[in-house]
């Protein structure tokens, strides 16, 4: 026998089929099919956990995702410990390790549980009055001796070894929940033809039918036609049954998230498996059958060990054959508890008292319990517990005053009614609208495709439950557009319970009570006592109410408190409930995991990873990559022994001696094309481009409408109607865009299209005196003369006999060459240059040689010397505008008084007084280092490297009227001394650029 | 006279079999971005030896050739058996913009019978057959990845994605297709 709590004639599971767990280190058996709850209820054990503010013992109230208390972590080795897990929902499994939470040093004896003692002190607000001075104690020690004693579970210090995955998913009609509702609404969606997912949040399908042991579906006991039905379902192609799976949120357009979990319940999971999978759905029309929540009757000392919910206590009884007492008391303001108090009796559990808070409660459940010999207390109160780790009696009252009565019991199913579980609904924008004669909150205005049914739409009959599921899955399938093929066939149903009736707030008779603390949110530790508190201080909002007191802000998110909280602030507020308001229902309905959200984008697949076509050869020959945008990009080749330093001045000086090889790939490309391409450049970019040549380049300037720098980059005329851009490497999606943009929305009227080539060419660039030794007997049909093939020309014609774009330019100054040749030819060309390179004394280098060898000569990165307020002119670059040009974008941004106004940040160079000292990029520079702090900045080093090439440290710098200083001597006031600098010009290297052209 | 270089497709070596999915590069084509207004298409149409699909999500094939409409002005052009399309387009006078993407792109076939479920992990579009039949074609997101996504037969697709991106997107599916369901 798997626990001595468990029964031999009663529930489902198969007695031959035990299974091992342990809980705090104590050896268990349970049956397979049980949830931890039922499994250590079945072992007799209720005290589970500490409660988050007065750590006071706590046991199972619940049968499902509504748990508030029974919050474990499961430990599967040292990177798998899950914390706040609810043990309603946790499967077991052979092998469980669960342990108990927020208790010190152990769970019977807690030392936090002192706190229950100092409860005045911990009253409604008091996070907000109590440790308001001083103020800096707030960060220092109360936030943190607040969180620390103040908790739930311990979150995992490993990364997450497992597997989540991803699907999208359409259908035209979305089931949420697979009670009676959900799959009759499924069952006609399903036969009229359409195509449907039902997803329901319990390992078997059945919803209610689990505990409900009177329903009668179609001839058959309620949980046998559910299961019938799934099996119907499930030979449907049109169907898909996602059992474990949570509908947790509802979003814009029908799309509704589904967490599934699809490992947790095993013992040994495939390591490969995925744990959870993340399904967006977007359904043409959403049935949500999300069915109801019992409430818990507020009473004091509603909250010890053994007291739960009724159909909690029905569900371990019918289902996993569990009593979970020997003496089991029940506690009600409405019938469906008496449905419980028969089950029990029925398997022989004493049951010696049944206490309702109505004071002439009727019905055939009322008959058949007094039938039964159940000794009915009606009109009466429980208005005191006992019992310190588990539940030994219930003390009882009339309502209307009398003697207290002490009743020996080890359990008490207590229930105040049921909530409609509206989460989705209201979700999905729908109106939710106040039934006063119920005392609920249904679905009203629909705010998108959706239609409630069953318990969630108020709906508590069984036989209507079932005809109006079925009414709305086939009305469902017919407005997507299903075809029918024939009605389903009405099943009759029948139920002997209604879910109707109830209260809210506490219970008649209780409230008074001195019998201790009367739970409103067990999980957040909030009374009743909190909530008229929170009024009587001046809250009138139920969200006011909600912050002042935490109640329904813990992870169950008051699924079974709410309702008594925005009872008891009506009643205080003498106001009618809907006026108080009910707070907003937000995603997700129950916890979900980051790995189910984050999916399969972690490691190499958190984001692409782009390689250019050369980038096996730069790994084989020892490149240093960086990180650029997505891209890797080869940032220095280190030989044997070199560090970066040397290996840098190596690539710098041989680029100046001989030649250098540079992967240029990345640039981005823009095809330019159309009868009207040099208007629309002309347009973009600040130069003039109508009378460029075919076959040759020029250096342009992207400006933003404010006048400011956006990109850079050298475009080549290959036709009159065809411009070959370049641009940054990491502006090139935006500069595309920014370029699309403007041609739709402001030049619509230009016959002329953008298509981006950046990956159609793999770019060489051969940089130095000897590049044309280099590329000469690659190239064919071009002469490579300076007279035939200036500098800032390019040509269409064959490289390593395949299609290539030569130009001619240069970013180091050098005489240079790029080699635009398509991409899959890339690595070989690559090896063709590389070889005749190596005959000349070449070298590969890397993005950090570009940039101090461009730095050498004074060109500027875009996003490095520029931070988007800096113009042509403020770069020294007012050359690039074309004087006689009317219009381009950031034309009148550069008429702005500011933009011309005397005092502007100008780049310009800097040369430190000790050559060997290289300046921190972003460093700040003043004109008067014995100023007092703060001093006035002149401006800042934009990028700053060690020459080789110069023998002296560089730098670019952009500060006030800096042309007007040159000569100047300046200062950079760092840490550790101040730096004394000198400004020049900011070409550090053949100023007069007699290199470039050979 | 050098001799031409040789070619090194980005996926070089990957495939991935497993139950009821195969992962496969595609064999090198020659592809065009075709941009055209109205006016140019039966001109354009001719030249290439197929009809211009003229409706979103659709597709023109005839031979080893199809042309995927992406936009209301704009083209994807594909010829596996590798023709000169460029030079196709530029017999024609009718207003248009051909540029040469062959390399720009590469493509990954995915085939077999959970193929729709596989690219379900990473395209949020409906892919089931009614809504995207044999012939449909869509530019559309893989995971982080832009893709185009032609159906080609029941249980095949093509997906086309730039060179730099398809390392990611074959690991993507291939992750996909590693799990069961």
């Given at each position: 026998m798997a626990g001595a709590f468990r029964l031999p004639a009663a529930g489902r599971l198969d007695a031959g089929r035990t299974l091992r767990f342990t809980f705090d280190g104590v050896s268990h058996t349970g049956l397979a099919g049980d949830t931890l709850a039922s499994a250590l209820l079945a072992n007799g054990v209720h005290l589970v956990g500490r409660s988050f503010k007065y750590h006071r013992p706590r046991g199972i109230l619940a049968a499902g995702a509504e748990e508030p208390n029974a919050l474990v972590g499961i430990h599967r080795d040292a990177a798998r410990r899950t914390p706040n897990v609810r043990a309603t929902v946790q499967e077991l499994y052979d092998g469980l390790n669960a342990v108990s939470q927020n208790r010190w040093p152990s769970l019977s004896f807690d030392v936090g549980a002192l706190n229950d003692l100092a409860a005045p002190f911990f009253s409604a607000g008091f996070y907000y009055k109590t440790f308001m001075w001083p103020r800096a104690a707030w960060e220092r020690l109360y936030e943190p001796v607040i969180r620390r004693a103040a908790g739930l579970g311990v979150a995992p210090d490993q990364p997450d070894p497992d597997n989540y995955s991803n699907r999208f998913a359409h259908c035209d009609v979305l089931v949420v929940g697979a009670g009676p509702a959900g799959l009759a609404a499924a069952l006609a969606a399903a036969e009229a033809g359409a195509r449907v997912i039902l997803a329901d949040e319990q390992p078997q399908p059945g919803g209610s039918l689990r505990f409900e042991s009177g329903a009668v579906?179609?001839?058959?006991?309620?949980?046998?036609?559910?299961?019938?039905?799934?099996?119907?379902?499930?030979?449907?192609?049109?169907?898909?049954?996602?059992?474990?799976?949570?509908?947790?949120?509802?979003?814009?357009?029908?799309?509704?998230?589904?967490?599934?979990?699809?490992?947790?319940?095993?013992?040994?999971?495939?390591?490969?498996?995925?744990?959870?999978?993340?399904?967006?759905?977007?359904?043409?029309?959403?049935?949500?059958?999300?069915?109801?929540?019992?409430?818990?009757?507020?009473?004091?000392?509603?909250?010890?060990?053994?007291?739960?919910?009724?159909?909690?206590?029905?569900?371990?009884?019918?289902?996993?054959?569990?009593?979970?007492?020997?003496?089991?008391?029940?506690?009600?303001?409405?019938?469906?508890?008496?449905?419980?108090?028969?089950?029990?009796?029925?398997?022989?559990?004493?049951?010696?008292?049944?206490?309702?808070?109505?004071?002439?409660?009727?019905?055939?459940?009322?008959?058949?319990?007094?039938?039964?010999?159940?000794?009915?207390?009606?009109?009466?109160?429980?208005?005191?517990?006992?019992?310190?780790?588990?539940?030994?009696?219930?003390?009882?009252?009339?309502?209307?005053?009398?003697?207290?009565?002490?009743?020996?019991?080890?359990?008490?199913?207590?229930?105040?009614?049921?909530?409609?579980?509206?989460?989705?609904?209201?979700?999905?924008?729908?109106?939710?609208?106040?039934?006063?004669?119920?005392?609920?909150?249904?679905?009203?205005?629909?705010?998108?495709?959706?239609?409630?049914?069953?318990?969630?739409?108020?709906?508590?009959?069984?036989?209507?439950?079932?005809?109006?599921?079925?009414?709305?899955?086939?009305?469902?399938?017919?407005?997507?557009?299903?075809?029918?093929?024939?009605?389903?066939?009405?099943?009759?149903?029948?139920?002997?319970?209604?879910?109707?009736?109830?209260?809210?707030?506490?219970?008649?008779?209780?409230?008074?009570?001195?019998?201790?603390?009367?739970?409103?949110?067990?999980?957040?530790?909030?009374?009743?006592?909190?909530?008229?508190?929170?009024?009587?201080?001046?809250?009138?909002?139920?969200?006011?109410?909600?912050?002042?007191?935490?109640?329904?802000?813990?992870?169950?998110?008051?699924?079974?408190?709410?309702?008594?909280?925005?009872?008891?602030?009506?009643?205080?507020?003498?106001?009618?409930?809907?006026?108080?308001?009910?707070?907003?229902?937000?995603?997700?309905?129950?916890?979900?995991?980051?790995?189910?959200?984050?999916?399969?984008?972690?490691?190499?697949?958190?984001?692409?990873?782009?390689?250019?076509?050369?980038?096996?050869?730069?790994?084989?020959?020892?490149?240093?990559?960086?990180?650029?945008?997505?891209?890797?990009?080869?940032?220095?080749?280190?030989?044997?022994?070199?560090?970066?330093?040397?290996?840098?001045?190596?690539?710098?000086?041989?680029?100046?001696?001989?030649?250098?090889?540079?992967?240029?790939?990345?640039?981005?490309?823009?095809?330019?094309?159309?009868?009207?391409?040099?208007?629309?450049?002309?347009?973009?970019?600040t130069n003039p481009w109508a009378r460029l040549e075919v076959g040759r380049c020029r250096y342009g300037i992207m400006l933003r409408e404010d006048g400011f720098i956006y990109d850079d980059g050298v475009v080549g005329r290959l036709a009159e109607d065809r411009f070959h851009v370049t641009t940054t490497t990491g502006g090139a999606p935006r500069v595309l865009h920014h370029m699309e943009d403007y041609l739709q929305t402001e030049f619509p009227h230009l016959k002329v299209w953008l298509t981006s080539t950046t990956e159609q060419w793999a770019v060489i660039a051969v940089q130095g005196p000897r590049a044309r030794d280099i590329v000469a007997p690659l190239v064919e049909g071009v002469d490579l003369s300076d007279a035939a093939m200036p500098h800032m020309s390019v040509r269409t014609c064959r490289v390593c006999g395949v299609p290539a774009r030569l130009f001619r330019i240069s970013f180091t100054g050098e005489r240079g060459f790029e080699i635009n040749v398509p991409a899959d030819h890339g690595l070989a060309v690559w090896e063709a240059v590389w070889a005749q390179g190596e005959r000349h004394g070449a070298v590969a280098y890397g993005t950090e040689t570009m940039h101090v060898l461009r730095a050498e000569k004074g060109f500027i990165i875009v996003g490095q010397d520029t931070d988007g307020t800096v113009t042509p002119d403020d770069a020294g670059l007012a050359w690039a505008i074309g004087k006689k040009k009317t219009d381009f974008v950031g034309i009148r941004g550069l008429r702005r008084t500011d933009l011309v106004a005397p005092g502007r940040r100008q780049l310009i160079g800097l040369k430190t007084l000790d050559p060997s000292i290289v300046l921190e990029e972003g460093a700040q520079i003043v004109a008067d280092p014995n100023q007092k702090v703060p001093m006035k900045m002149l401006g800042f080093v934009t990028s700053a490297y060690w020459s080789e090439n110069c023998g002296h440290s560089i730098a670019l710098a952009l500060v006030e009227d800096g042309r007007a200083r040159m000569g100047e001597r300046l200062y950079v006031p760092m840490p550790d001394g101040t730096i004394e600098v000198e400004v020049t010009s900011t070409v550090f290297f053949d100023e007069k650029g007699e290199r470039v052209h050979g | 006279m050098v001799e031409a270089a040789r070619r090194t497709s980005p996926l070089e070596g990957r495939a991935f079999r497993g139950h009821g999915i195969v992962l496969a590069p595609a064999a090198p084509a020659s592809r065009l971005s075709l941009r055209a207004a109205e006016e140019a298409l039966p001109a354009l149409s001719k030249a290439l030896g197929l009809s211009l699909p003229r409706r979103p999500k659709t597709s023109a094939a005839e031979g080893g050739r199809a042309a995927l409409w992406l936009g209301p002005d704009e083209w994807l052009v594909i010829d596996e058996q590798g023709a000169d399309l460029p030079a196709l387009a530029a017999g024609v006078s009718a207003l248009h913009s051909a540029v040469d993407i062959s390399h720009r792109n590469t493509a990954i076939l995915v085939s077999g019978k959970r193929a729709e479920e596989v690219l379900a992990a990473g395209c949020p579009q409906d892919l089931c057959e009614a809504r995207f039949p044999v012939g449909a074609a869509s530019r559309t997101v893989f995971g982080k990845a832009e893709i185009v996504l032609w159906r080609t037969g029941k249980t095949v697709f093509r997906v086309e994605c730039w060179r730099s991106f398809s390392d990611y997107v074959f690991s993507l599916l291939e992750k996909a297709a590693r799990e069961t369901m």
């Open positions: 579906i179609d001839g058959k006991p309620g949980w046998e036609w559910a299961q019938e039905t799934v099996a119907r379902l499930a030979a449907k192609d049109n169907v898909r049954i996602l059992t474990r799976t949570t509908g947790f949120g509802y979003y814009a357009h029908n799309m509704v998230a589904l967490a599934e979990r699809l490992t947790d319940h095993l013992a040994a999971p495939d390591a490969q498996a995925p744990r959870e999978r993340l399904w967006q759905v977007r359904a043409g029309r959403v049935v949500l059958a999300t069915g109801a929540i019992e409430r818990h009757m507020v009473f004091p000392g509603n909250d010890r060990p053994g007291i739960m919910l009724a159909a909690a206590g029905r569900t371990y009884l019918n289902h996993y054959g569990v009593a979970v007492g020997r003496r089991v008391a029940v506690y009600t303001a409405c019938d469906s508890a008496y449905a419980a108090a028969l089950d029990l009796k029925k398997q022989g559990i004493a049951v010696p008292v049944l206490v309702d808070a109505r004071q002439a409660p009727q019905g055939g459940l009322v008959e058949q319990a007094r039938e039964a010999g159940i000794e009915v207390l009606a009109g009466h109160a429980v208005t005191g517990t006992r019992g310190r780790l588990r539940l030994s009696a219930i003390e009882v009252v009339p309502v209307a005053g009398g003697p207290q009565r002490r009743v020996e019991a080890d359990a008490l199913l207590t229930s105040a009614g049921w909530t409609p579980a509206v989460h989705l609904f209201s979700q999905s924008r729908g109106k939710l609208a106040y039934d006063a004669g119920t005392g609920r909150f249904l679905p009203g205005t629909h705010a998108q495709n959706a239609v409630c049914v069953g318990a969630c739409n108020g709906t508590t009959d069984l036989g209507m439950v079932v005809e109006e599921a079925l009414h709305a899955g086939a009305e469902a399938a017919g407005q997507t557009g299903a075809q029918a093929r024939g009605a389903t066939a009405r099943p009759e149903a029948r139920s002997p319970e209604g879910w109707s009736a109830g209260i809210a707030g506490p219970a008649p008779g209780a409230e008074a009570g001195k019998g201790g603390k009367a739970f409103v949110d067990f999980q957040n530790d909030v009374t009743a006592k909190d909530i008229a508190q929170a009024v009587r201080e001046g809250m009138r909002s139920i969200e006011h109410v909600k912050r002042f007191t935490t109640t329904g802000m813990a992870t169950d998110q008051g699924k079974t408190s709410n309702l008594h909280a925005l009872a008891i602030a009506a009643r205080m507020l003498d106001k009618p409930v809907p006026e108080v308001g009910l707070t907003t229902f937000r995603p997700p309905y129950t916890p979900v995991t980051f790995g189910a959200l984050v999916g399969h984008g972690r490691g190499a697949l958190f984001e692409p990873t782009r390689r250019t076509p050369i980038h096996a050869w730069a790994e084989a020959h020892g490149a240093v990559f960086e990180d650029v945008g997505q891209w890797k990009r080869a940032w220095y080749f280190p030989k044997d022994g070199e560090d970066m330093h040397a290996a840098v001045a190596r690539e710098c000086r041989t680029v100046r001696q001989a030649a250098g090889i540079f992967d240029a790939s990345t640039l981005g490309k823009i095809e330019v094309v159309g009868p009207d391409a040099a208007r629309f450049m002309e347009l973009m970019y | -």
